[in-house]
């Protein structure tokens, strides 16, 4: 592969889920392991692309600014894939696989990407696919209720998000479910481990206990 990292390849853990539905809080959580090298979403970045809120301008505008966003977040997402780090085990929030699979599946749905940008993301996919070693070792599916998630997100009141509506988020969790959970979408790049995140953060703890030891000590 021409752009494949000459360092050993960490073991490669993604976590997966619905807006709000807690990756964050496991990314938190697995900051205290020292052999693991923890990846949040490059959301910041998509706030501020030489001074331009890229998150904002996509919910403010979906259909003029679909295109613009997720060519954005392919490219950071990459940069998170070929992030290098002396660390054995890497875990990232989300990744170029639910970029794709998951958001510009629903803009393509939605009518909101044009076929022919569309086909320039998917190609660009493609490339990266057979050219860049994007390898994932296991995913983590933090599955929830749409309901949950809602609730959670008002909570949260992340300004960009205000437009955000219930029946997105339902529509959101189904293209996850049919991709992780049935494994009736698309092809999965790792095995899926899942976890119950409906649980509230007290509760949540005992549940992270079932893929610390699949994420732990592991090595490629
Ligand atoms: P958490 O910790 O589970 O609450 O995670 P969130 O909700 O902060 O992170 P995420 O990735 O579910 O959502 C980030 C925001 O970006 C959300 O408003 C959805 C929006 N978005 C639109 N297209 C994409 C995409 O391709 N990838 C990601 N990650 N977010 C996208």
Excluded at 50 to 66: A, E, T, V
Excluded at 91 to 100: C, F, G, N, T, V
Excluded at 163 to 188: G, P, T
Excluded at 206 to 213: A, D, F, P, S, T
């Amino acid at each position: 592969m021409a752009f494949l990292n000459k360092q050993k390849r960490p073991f490669t853990v993604v976590v997966e889920g619905n807006i709000g539905c807690g990756k964050t809080t496991f990314l938190n959580h697995c900051n205290k392991f020292n052999n693991v090298c923890v990846l949040a979403e490059p959301i910041e970045m998509w706030r501020n692309c030489n001074n331009h809120n890229l998150l904002g301008l996509l919910y403010q505008d979906i259909k003029k600014w679909s295109f613009t966003f997720q060519s954005y977040v392919q490219l950071t997402m990459l940069q998170q894939h070929t992030k290098q780090t002396s660390c054995p085990i890497k875990l990232m929030e989300r990744s170029i696989y639910s970029a794709r699979y998951c958001f510009v599946e629903k803009m393509k749905q939605d009518g909101l990407i044009p076929q022919a940008s569309a086909a320039v993301i998917d190609k660009h996919f493609q490339w990266i696919r057979e050219n860049v070693d994007i390898t994932v070792d296991l995913i983590v599916y933090l599955r929830t209720t749409p309901e949950v998630v809602y609730e959670r997100m008002l909570k949260r009141n992340r300004s960009e998000e205000k437009s955000v509506s219930l029946e997105y988020l339902q529509a959101l969790h189904q293209i996850h479910e049919d991709w992780l959970y049935h494994k009736s979408l698309f092809d999965l790049p790792a095995n899926v481990l899942v976890l119950n995140a409906n649980l509230d953060k007290s509760a949540i703890c005992e549940e992270y206990l079932k893929v610390e030891g699949h994420i732990l000590n592991k090595s490629v």
